[in-house]
């Protein structure tokens, strides 16, 4: 029973990561309609960036994160400015092709200043752990669910409560319209890259912490966060949120019990969970939990 | 009724506009590129004929992807995938199953089609690109298949492939032109660019039908598609399974040429160096789909000759330089945003740009 907390609360805190980077994901999609595969790159950034500050700068961690996240905002905006941009008004398959291209010059620029090996990015939390209820949990996955959460409850503030979060919903809903209440779409989408790059920051310092660390390899994590986009549904941000951690539950769970029930299926099973999860979904509910169903005539 | 095309250059009528080769001009051009590969392998070193054929091989999947992308409006991943059935759809064909020859080129590009048949419905009755995410977890699914189903692919240490091109008794590896022997290379590269040029005209023929226009409508206004008649899932799903087919039969001639595939062969990367291909190339243009694929797989060759002079290029990465490697993923990436960006009709339009202001002379403005 213990166990089966742990992995829980295990799987919450993933879930919890994977949710901020979707929602990264939502918030350029509805304010663009684009699915930008760059994000996986923005994350790696992230963390990268983070073991630049604490580590090699020997900063305190909490300065080295707010560094990292300003940092990787101004790149999301700096990237919406110089390539997305121009961009508006091309073909969508254009527009996804391009951010893919961004992704590979984004890792490979990090590859070139810290390398291949396995960094850590000097988390106070390292492997310590704490009892609760008899469970033993990771005190970084504790850290995880706090900081994830807070910064979903700022996000969704700012959304709800904020002239500028509701301008950015106006924006997503009719372009025009907002337009013609002056607000400026350019503002918008530099708004929202910088966001996404913000949260794919934080989930890219989470990813990494503890004697994990971060490699080139954590953007293929950041490809999870796809389909818990799909669960949720495109466009929905509490879909982003529920998707996001219905994944991260799966997946943690998946390896704790169905690779050890089935030994058949392979040893990284969990890594393709979440993709048959999606296609289940797709044939199922193809515009998921949240999604806005699109009327049309059959 | 028999045509009368008094200016070869400008279209006036319909019928015009639907004949393949438009002039005498481009009659003539084809022959000189058909002569220009007939004599290639004699001309070029064993190194670069080796090249070539990985570019005619890279050609047919590029090609495959032109078609969804450039013509249908669909992005996809899933082109390394679909690479991998093929190679080892080729493998089951030729080990356990002794298919001959064409049999097998036939049967991994059929299997390609299925698989791409029965994926494609989930991705594709959306509006939208839901097909570019479904593919990526197409490529890690695979990924993850390769890797395990280890009795068919030998796991990560790959396995070998036996896959002969040979019809009845002539083999194109070991045959002889003009009294003279062929080296295995040179034969490769005849039969991959004869390949090459079927499915080209191939597709070239299914651009101009029915199903092409319906494509391109689709692309350009999916609303206004469908209210004219078109179906909309039909004519997607159909253009996923022939690209799937396409990029399949690229696999197995590549498998075939190899002679040694495993699963690190298809990762992601390969679906973005067809990307780039195309981009690179042209999209929606057959010729740019060809000219992209020769162009990046001689590119990344260039640059490795070069990497001894190169300051910035490290054997290790991280702090001193970047890595042969990741100068070459990084270029893949940079050549897409650039191309996207500066020219996003690619390398072909370039060409036609060149061509138009000769036609046009002297009025050439």
């Given amino acids: 029973m213990s166990d089966l907390v742990q992995f829980l609360l295990a799987g919450l805190a993933l879930g919890s990561v994977y949710a901020l980077i979707c929602l990264g ?23 990268f960036l983070t073991h630049e500050f604490a580590v090699r700068q020997g900063l305190p961690f909490s300065l080295a994160v707010v560094l990292a996240v300003a940092a990787v905002a101004g790149i999301g905006m700096a990237l919406e400015r110089v390539v997305f941009r121009p961009m508006v008004g091309q073909p969508t398959f254009a527009m996804i092709l391009i951010t893919l291209g961004v992704l590979f010059v984004l890792e490979q620029a990090s590859a070139a200043r810290w390398g291949y090996d396995v960094l850590l990015i000097g988390d106070p939390w390292g492997v310590q752990t704490v009892q609760i209820g008899g469970a033993t949990v990771k005190v970084a996955d504790l850290w995880t669910l706090g900081a994830a959460g807070a910064a979903l409850a700022a996000l969704f503030a700012l959304f709800r409560f904020s002239t500028l979060g509701i301008a950015m919903r106006a924006g997503a809903a009719d372009p025009e319209a907002a337009l013609a209440h002056g607000i400026s779409p350019q503002a918008i989408h530099g708004l929202s890259w910088a966001i996404a790059g913000a949260v794919a920051t934080l989930a890219g310092v989470f990813l990494s912490a503890g004697p994990k660390g971060v490699d080139l390899s954590l953007s293929l994590v950041a490809f999870r966060a796809f389909p818990a986009m799909i669960l949720g549904g495109l466009d929905s941000p509490e879909g982003a949120v529920t ?56 | 009724m028999r045509l009368k095309l008094r200016n070869t250059r400008i279209s006036t009528t319909y019928a015009h506009d639907l004949v393949l080769w ?58 390394a995938f679909f690479f991998g059935v093929g190679a080892y759809a080729t493998v089951v064909l030729t080990g356990s199953a002794h298919w001959p020859f064409p049999l097998w080129l036939i049967g991994a590009a059929a299997i390609g089609g299925f698989i791409g048949g029965c994926v494609g419905p989930a991705a594709l009755r959306l509006r939208g690109n839901y097909l570019v995410i479904v593919s990526l977890g197409l490529v890690i699914v695979g990924q993850h298949v390769f890797e395990h189903w280890t009795s068919v ?53 299914l651009l101009r039908s029915r199903p092409g226009r319906a494509l391109q409508a689709i692309r350009d206004r999916d609303l206004a598609a469908e209210v004219i008649g078109v179906s909309l899932v039909q004519y997607k799903v159909g253009a996923f399974v022939v690209s799937s087919a396409y990029a399949a039969c690229a696999g197995a001639m590549y498998a075939s040429y190899a002679r040694y595939v495993s699963p690190l062969d298809f990762t992601l990367f390969l679906s973005i160096q067809y990307i780039a291909m195309m981009v690179v190339g042209g999209v929606g243009s057959v010729a740019g789909s060809i000219l992209g694929a020769v162009f990046l797989t001689a590119l990344p060759r260039v640059i490795e000759s070069l990497s001894a002079s190169l300051p910035f290029i490290s054997s290790t990465g991280g702090g001193g330089g970047i890595t042969v490697f990741s100068l070459n993923q990084a270029m893949f990436g940079l050549l897409i945003i650039v191309f996207l960006l500066a020219e996003p009709r690619g390398l072909i339009e370039i060409w036609r740009r060149v061509k138009r202001y000769f036609l046009a002379w002297p009025f050439s403005y």
């Fill in chain 1, 243 to 298: 998707g996001g951690v219905l994944i991260g539950l799966i997946e943690v769970l998946t390896a704790a019990y169905l690779v050890t029930a089935v030994p058949g299926v392979g040893a990284n099973f969990h890594v393709v969970m979440p993709y048959l999860v999606m296609v289940v979904i797709l044939i199922v509910r193809p515009y998921g939990l949240f999604g806005r169903e699109e009327v049309r005539r059959a």
């Fill in chain 2, 22 to 79: 438009r002039s005498w001009w481009a009659r003539s051009g084809i022959a000189l590129v058909v002569a220009g590969f007939a004599a290639a392998p004699f001309v070029l070193s064993n190194y670069w004929t080796t090249v070539l054929v990985y570019a005619g091989i890279a050609a047919v999947g590029t090609l495959g992807l032109n078609l969804l992308t450039g013509f249908a409006g669909q992005a996809s991943l899933g082109h």
């Fill in chain 2, 153 to 205: 692919t030998g796991g990560l240490t790959g396995t070998p492939v036996r896959a002969a091109v040979a019809v009845g008794g002539l083999d194109l590896t070991t045959m002889s032109l003009f009294g003279r022997p062929l080296a295995r290379n040179q034969g490769y590269f005849y039969f991959t660019w004869i390949v090459v040029a079927v499915i080209a005209f191939a597709t070239r023929n």
């Fill in chain 1, 25 to 47: 994901f939502v918030v350029i999609y509805r304010a663009t309609g684009v699915i930008n595969f760059a994000q996986g790159g923005l994350v790696v950034l992230g963390a």
